[in-house]
């Protein structure tokens, strides 16, 4: 059986990440690696959206890059700038097709579809592939979008909308997004945050469709694409392995207040290149530990409050816009933190610490 250096399980976006970084800064000239993949080909099935806080590798993957949002409640509209921090969304597909091509290129680089073809047994694993399945009252983020071509211009294309809370929330956290590529094209997404258990929230295409008609006004369309997602708000458990290390959404990258991972797993990439000569020896690399204290009060409170957040997220983005960006994608100063912390309801917060 084959032996490599390096194995990546799960070429997803993490997997893809880790070997395009290790392969573009020339770690793998005198070093072998076996990525294991089972899906059969790779198409666009994901839109990854953050604010730039850092750099990335994959400028050229950008569909679109926005410096204004909006975010509302019923009756109730800020207006926001982010020219500081574009937010900018990457079209999975030019991501897969441009690593994909790069890394064919590297003969010390294979594919397999199951980790039983090769032998693992002296090399480092870089592991993206959740094994448990113990979900039992976790909170998902969970949502479907379609990317829309209307038949007239309605989109004012400079300006993203990241929350409509003007919506039906079930009990539940709901909210829409949409983010206008073209003035007649956008991604309308319908997302909640809840324990997956209740199937009557789950049709979400009628959602969208209401939600075009009645919000948007939008009566002629054609779908280009859809995409459909769950992204877990808690830490997914793995089994150890001495020689293994986690990486993306297993790895922690996962920001569990907001669902926001592809800047993390990009940072995270970034530190297993930097240290790779020494990789069982470092530190993980890890969100802030702060962060992970912050989301786990904010998700007690979501769980209790859910009828609260629309105006609980919308009071947040009162505090200065990009003190709540660095905050929501791991950048922020204690300053910056104060400031947030002072927009939330203190009493609900303090409860939720103690219980
Ligand atoms: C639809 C969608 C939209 C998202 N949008 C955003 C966003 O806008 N912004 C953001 O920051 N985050 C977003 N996320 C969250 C996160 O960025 C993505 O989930 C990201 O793809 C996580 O990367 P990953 O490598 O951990 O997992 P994945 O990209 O899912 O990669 C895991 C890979 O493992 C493979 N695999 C499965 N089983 C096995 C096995 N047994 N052996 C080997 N391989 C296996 C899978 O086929 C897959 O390719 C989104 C998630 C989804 C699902």
Redesign the pocket.
Not at 247 to 251: A, D, L, Y
Not at 258 to 265: A, C, H, Q, R, S
């Given at each position: 059986m084959k032996e490599f250096d390096y194995v990546i399980?799960?070429?997803?976006?993490?997997?893809?990440?880790l070997a395009y970084e290790l392969e573009i800064h020339n770690n793998l000239i005198d070093k072998k690696l076996a990525i294991?993949?089972?899906?059969e080909d790779y198409k666009r099935?994901?839109?990854?959206?953050?604010w730039r806080v850092t750099s990335h590798n994959f400028n050229d993957c950008i569909k679109k890059s926005w410096k204004n949002f909006t975010i509302n409640i019923s009756n109730k509209t800020k207006h926001l700038e982010c020219s500081k921090t574009p937010y900018q969304?990457?079209d999975?597909g030019l991501f897969y097709e441009k690593i994909m091509n790069r890394l064919k290129l590297n003969k010390n680089i294979f594919f397999f579809?199951?980790?039983n073809e090769i032998n693992t047994k002296n090399s480092i694993l870089f592991n993206?592939?959740s094994?448990i399945a113990d979900n039992d009252q976790k909170l998902w983020q969970h949502?479907y979008?379609i990317e829309i071509e209307a038949d007239k211009n309605i989109f004012d294309d400079e300006i993203f909308n990241l929350m409509d809370f003007d919506c039906d929330q079930k009990n539940k956290v709901h909210f829409f997004y949409t983010l206008p590529f073209s003035k007649n094209q956008a991604l309308v997404e319908t997302t909640w945050i809840s324990e997956l258990n209740d199937k009557s929230i789950m049709n979400y295409e009628e959602q969208i469709k209401n939600y075009l008609k009645d919000h948007l006004k939008i009566k002629k369309y054609k779908i280009n694409y859809s995409?459909?997602?769950?992204?877990p708000l808690f830490q997914l458990n793995n089994f150890k392995k001495l020689n293994q290390i986690d990486?993306?959404?297993?790895?922690g990258?996962?920001?569990l207040s907001?669902?926001?991972?592809?800047?993390?797993?990009q940072e995270q990439c970034k530190y297993i290149r930097e240290n790779i000569q020494n990789i069982q020896k470092v530190k993980l690399f890890q969100i802030n530990k702060k962060y992970k204290f912050f989301d786990e009060i904010f998700l007690k409170v979501l769980k209790k409050n859910p009828e609260k957040m629309p105006n609980i997220f919308y009071k947040m983005f009162e505090s200065k816009t990009e003190a709540v960006i660095n905050f929501l994608s791991n950048k922020s100063n204690l300053l910056e933190d104060l400031l947030i912390v002072n927009r939330m309801p203190k009493w609900i917060f303090i409860k939720a610490l103690f219980n």
């Open positions: 399980i799960g070429g997803g976006c993490a997997g893809l990440s294991i993949e089972p899906r099935d994901k839109s990854w959206s953050f969304t990457i999975s579809k199951n980790i993206s592939v094994k949502f979008g995409e459909k997602g769950a992204i990486i993306g959404t297993v790895g990258m996962t920001r907001t669902g926001y991972t592809f800047l993390n797993i």
